[in-house]
């Protein structure tokens, strides 16, 4: 945990990264659930905190007596109101209400402890707020307290990593069942849309019998067209790069999508330097779809060769779908990456399903992890 001499330059370091934050939970968190959040951390991290070892709050804020605390405070330390006030407040020129003269505050004894007791103002006593409720419409004040709280610094932290921001820090520290349950819960807050282009075709990964069911039907009901009879001849007869890129970008049926497929990865070796090579650049979605078939159940692992070129892909679709590529076939260490593309996918393009690709990468992960 951050000392408290050190909280203000290491909240300045995150500064960026703490707004971007603030703005992703005010778009996407839900008030209860942020809430419930904030409560359950500020009850764990406070219940092993030594306050009295930091007291930045008392040094760093100007605190004001509410006019109501006056008589009861005077008491508190044997004196009348009119001496409490001309020894340790000042009218603020503002609004005129009563401040503490003296930075660190006045009532602050060196071992930590206020003179005021329990008669402090309740302001003193609900600081940094962490427990309140509403907090998604005190997000802002949250970036100035962090400044200068080290427990509020280390909640916003730990919010920080349970919704993906940030590099993980403690993730490759973890032991594997930390990380699944880490996922799980990270999981729990976005919702996985199965009819997302994602979505189906991690279905159709996880269980290729249905699909291949659902193929066979069709093919039994419906009846090819002379378009469809003239697609499949080309599929058959593929035999060069340029006809089966081609082909990948054609639309077509499900039953010779699927033959399609096959034949690409009957022709691994010939086609993978060129699909890896276009895929940097083509934005197409029928030929998106078909790299990512490719790319998932080939026999190379293209994992770090997605991991190494992530930044040279041209097109978020196809990005989206490399990220499911990774949950499919990477390890662990993907999490933290893919984690960081969902929260990216969501700030960057609110009205895609961009994030649904390492949304469903990381379902599919956490799955074989745990199986
Ligand atoms: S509330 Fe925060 S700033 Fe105040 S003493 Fe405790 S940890 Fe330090
Ligand atoms: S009144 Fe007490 S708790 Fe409040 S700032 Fe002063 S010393 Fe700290």
Known sequence: MVSPKEVYEEAKKREDENLLFRNFLKAN?????????????????????DCDKCRNCCKEYDIIIPEQDLERDAKKLGMKKNVFISLFLERDKDDGSYVVRKKPCFFLEPDGKCVLGNCRPKECKEYPYTNQPERLHSLYNML?????CPVAFEIYERLKEEYGFGG???????????????????????????????????????????????????????????????CEKMISEANTKEDFFKLMRKPMKGMNRSKLRKRLLENEEMLMPLIKQKSLKNGQDYFIENAFYFFAHAEEDCCNWIMSNYNDFRNEYMKSMLCLVLGIRGKEDVIPFLKSQVVRFILDYPDELFEQGPLYGMDILIERLDG
């Open 29 to 49: 968190a839900d008030e209860k659930e942020l809430d419930k959040q904030f409560r359950r951390l500020h009850n764990e991290i406070f219940s092993g905190y």
């Open 144 to 148: 100035e307290t962090i400044e200068v």
């Open 168 to 230: 993980g820090s403690s993730f490759k520290s973890e032991g594997s069942k930390s990380i699944i349950k880490n996922t799980k819960d990270f999981l729990k807050h976005y919702k996985l849309i199965p009819t997302s282009a994602a979505g189906i075709e991690a279905v159709s990964f996880m269980m290729p019998e249905i699909e291949e069911m659902v193929i066979k039907k069709a093919e039994d009901i419906v009846k090819m067209s002379d378009e469809d009879l003239a």
